[in-house]
C-alpha cells in the first residue's frame, strides 16, 4: 500500500468513521506519509517492521503544519 492509495481510502474512511474527525487534515496526512516511509525503509531491509499505536496511549505525539500561523501554542508548549 502507497501513500497514494491510503490517501484516497482515508477520504472515504473519514466520512465514517467519526473519531478521524477530530483531527486535521494536515495530521491524518504526515501519519501517512511517515507509515508509508517506514515500510518502504522495512522492505528495504533498514528499519525493524511498523508497530501499532494505540491512540489511548501514554506517549501522545501529534504532527501538523502551521499554514498561515494557524496554530496558537501557549506557555511555550
Known amino acids: 500500500m502507497s501513500y497514494t492509495s491510503c490517501s484516497k481510502d482515508m477520504t472515504e474512511l473519514k466520512k465514517s468513521i467519526p473519531w478521524l474527525k477530530e ?3 494536515t495530521a491524518l496526512q504526515s501519519s501517512l506519509r511517515d507509515l508509508a516511509d517506514s515500510f518502504d525503509r522495512f522492505f528495504k531491509g533498514q528499519n525493524n517492521a511498523p508497530r501499532f499505536k494505540k491512540k ?3 506517549y501522545k505525539s501529534y504532527t501538523a ?3 498561515n500561523n ?3 501554542t501557549t506557555k511555550n508548549k
Do not use: A, Q, T
Request: charged share 15%; hydrophobic share 25%; with cysteine.
Open 65 to 67: 503544519k502551521n499554514n
Open 56 to 58: 489511548c496511549s501514554n
Open 23 to 25: 483531527v486535521d487534515s
Open 70 to 72: 494557524s496554530i496558537l
